[in-house]
């Protein structure tokens, strides 16, 4: 609670009880709320918005299955030798390949193993090249290798076998042994692995090649134009400066391979297309969006574990947080989409067995197989930055897209929209924000069933985490134009109704939220008109809303003290304006780092720092406090505020500084508001105090005798 005695709001958040601190106003003044909140929508929005081997297929019997064999392509392989742009190191590569018959080429996803390993083999001088299932039981073609290499049918063959599903299940003596029958058939094998696979037995070690970094993606696209166009030609092309601007825009960040050759094979084409030679940037783009898009369709669709296409949404929504988020919200996905129906048959001992191993499948791979990766992360708190992993796709665009494939491709609209309400309601501020962003990106193609099924629902909730899930959801949509005036539609529609104060309160935080990006001003004024709603909630809610608008808006902090401080002339607006200014004041805070402040303290109440800096701003945020302070309707919440400042002010010489300016200010030429100060002041250090104040308590106590001296 905020402080003061303790209240009741009537159960459903109205005004019966309103001077105590209750769980509502408690949470309208807690410190730095505003700044997490805008931290945190910040990191919501801005998470939210291979190579080719072909060829005919033959089949032939090992170990009584049938195990496909492909023969790789001679026209892959024409572009592997025409093509070819060298890896790092790739001297020391091919000189490692040579000294083995089997090696296992190693490296991170997307830096081109595929065609390196059929380089390398080309290199070795075998006459064909079969391309094996992943599925392929290694064991059995040792024993078929074995067998033909007898009358030296299968000599110089080269096999490759890219990412075998079984590689954390490889041992030494397998791959010992299939190296000797390899060597007695002449015969060479190239298995590809990711790092993350999870080779577990050290004495596959000596067969690993590392590939220490991918080829050049600017080289890829050279040396595709070179062999497809000639020198001069390729040339010509590339310093065009619509293609490089293309080349800039698509190999930038974390690139692949196979993006940079999409991308040669998209420009040759358009430069062949061209009577004059010069590829039309319009149908390269076209180009790569049609491959692109079935990429990810092929991709998205190839998850064929219930659990893991649980984690590609859980991703999905929560990219960019903590794996702890992401996999929590995929077992709760999956136990709503997978209900256990099965009957479980108990052991010999009685005990049940458990139905999904936890240590199944590493991070490692799963993040391989969604296409994600972990990166370093920095979280706001209100008491400093938090450093953390968190895991994000590597496509930026896969966020957004995971989530609409799985809404539109299934029938699950239900359970998906449950789900979104359960993480609404979730703990963590992040989680929460991102599931109301995901529920926006839902909206852009079904706002009328959102609307219908979410929207209006969750506006009248009790629940303040579900009418916030709601403008970080519109804060999405109202970015649509064709969507925008839907926006300002239920919210007028919200407010046209006196009597559904969830409602109201709901369309406070949508012109904070939603609507406040395009029209700040006019959002301040439509939250000011809010305030002469008598209602703990709605308060609340102008409260966050104008502190929002603040932490995207410095420069409107004048405004909005103005307007709160003319507001209180209207009796009816003067409570919820007065809880409103204390939110605002509590939540709203400038963090320290970077400014030359002589900071201690890693956050600081923006309120103190922007008076400090424009003397303008004083009249009315000195009126403010005085009203807040001596008035009974919020006292406890204006004196739980100012002890969270003189408690910032304790441990922070410059901030305490600050904070006399402010007593100065507010006690000078008013006993009455001096009086009370003192009495706070007096409380910091009371016996009965659990954290005593003692440094900041002597310096008002002796700021406010100086001031009555003086008088």
């Not at 291979?50 to 005919?56: E, K, N, S």
Request: a negative charge; charged letters at 25%.
């Amino acid at each position: 609670p905020a402080g003061g005695a303790e209240g009741g709001d009537g159960g459903d958040g109205t005004a019966t009880g309103r001077g105590g601190a209750g769980r509502e106003t408690g949470q309208a003044t807690g410190f730095a709320q505003g700044a997490l909140r805008h931290d945190t929508v910040r990191h919501a929005r801005a998470n939210i918005d291979g190579d080719l081997v072909a060829g005919d297929k033959n089949v032939f019997l090992v170990g009584g299955g049938r195990q496909p064999l492909r023969l790789v392509s001679p026209l892959v392989l024409e572009r592997v030798r025409g093509a070819f742009e060298e890896p790092e190191q790739w001297a020391r590569t091919r000189g490692e390949f040579g000294r083995r018959s089997l090696v296992i080429l190693r490296g991170s996803a997307g830096t081109g193993k595929t065609t390196a390993a059929l380089r390398l083999l080309l290199g070795s001088a075998v006459s064909r090249i079969y391309h094996l299932d992943r599925n392929t039981d290694l064991g059995a073609l040792a024993a078929r290798l074995d067998t033909a290499g007898e009358d030296g049918a299968e000599g110089s063959t080269g096999y490759l076998v890219d990412q075998p599903v079984d590689a954390a299940a490889l041992r030494g003596w397998l791959v010992q042994g299939l190296e000797g029958v390899l060597h007695r058939a002449g015969a060479r094998l190239v298995l590809t692995v990711d790092q993350e696979a999870g080779l577990v037995d050290p004495d596959l070690l000596d067969y690993v090649i590392e590939l220490t970094g991918p080829p050049r993606h600017h080289g890829i696209v050279r040396r595709y134009l070179e062999w497809r166009l000639g020198e001069p030609a390729a040339g010509q092309v590339l310093g065009l400066q619509e293609v490089a601007g293309i080349l800039e825009e698509r190999l930038a960040g974390d690139a692949t391979c196979k993006v940079a050759a999409d991308l040669a094979s998209a420009v040759w084409e358009a430069a062949e297309a061209s009577a004059s030679g010069i590829p039309d940037v319009t149908r390269i783009r076209a180009k790569l969006a049609r491959r692109g898009a079935e990429d990810f369709d092929m991709w998205v669709e190839s998850l064929d574990d219930p659990f893991l296409r649980c984690y590609a949404v859980a991703l999905a929504v929560l990219n960019g947080l903590p794996q702890e988020d992401v996999a929590s919200a995929a077992r709760s996905l999956h136990r709503r989409l997978n209900p256990d129906r099965h009957t479980v048959l108990a052991r010999d001992d009685g005990r049940l067995p458990r139905l999904r191993e936890p240590y199944e499948v590493p991070r490692r791979r799963r993040l391989a197989q969604l296409r994600a990766h972990a990166v370093p992360v920095t979280f706001f708190s209100p008491n400093g930055s938090v450093p953390a992993e968190g895991l994000v796709y590597k496509d930026p665009g896969y966020a957004r897209r995971v989530i609409r494939h799985a809404w539109s491709e299934y029938p699950m609209q239900g359970e998906l929209l449950d789900w979104l309400g359960e993480l609404a309601d979730d703990p963590s501020e992040q989680v929460r924000t991102h599931a109301g962003v995901a529920l926006g990106v839902l909206a852009d193609s079904s706002f009328q069933y959102l609307a219908a099924h979410v929207f209006h629902p969750w506006a009248a909730d009790t629940s303040r985490t579900r009418r916030n899930a709601v403008a970080n959801a519109l804060s999405v949509t109202a970015e649509n134009p064709r969507l925008r005036s839907m926006v300002t539609a239920l919210a007028a529609g919200w407010i046209a109704d006196p009597d559904r104060p969830m409602a109201l309160a709901t369309a406070a935080r949508v012109h904070g939220v939603s609507l406040s990006g395009a029209e700040p001003l006019a959002a301040v004024d439509a939250l000011v008109r809010l305030a002469v709603v008598d209602h703990v909630q709605v308060a609340v809610a102008i409260g966050d809303s104008l502190t929002d608008i603040l932490a995207e808006e410095e420069s409107l902090t004048a405004v909005v003290l103005n307007r709160l401080w003319t507001a209180m002339a209207d009796h009816r607006a003067r409570p919820t304006v007065l809880l409103s200014f204390l939110a605002v004041a509590a939540q709203l805070v400038v963090e320290t780092a970077g400014l030359d402040l002589g900071a201690a303290a890693p956050n600081w109440p923006a309120l103190l720092v922007s008076v400090e800096r424009d003397a303008a701003l004083r009249p009315p945020f000195v009126a403010l406090w005085r009203t807040a302070l001596n008035e009974a309707v919020y006292r406890g919440e204006a004196e739980h505020v100012l002890r969270v400042w003189a408690a910032l002010a304790e441990a922070d010489p410059a901030l305490r500084e600050l904070f006399l300016r402010f007593v100065t200010a507010t006690a000078h030429g008013d006993p009455r508001t001096g009086t009370v100060l003192r009495r706070q002041a007096a409380d910091w250090v009371a016996p009965q105090t659990l954290v005593p104040l003692p440094r900041t308590s002597a310096a008002v106590t002796a700021e406010l005798d100086r001031l009555e001296t003086a008088r």
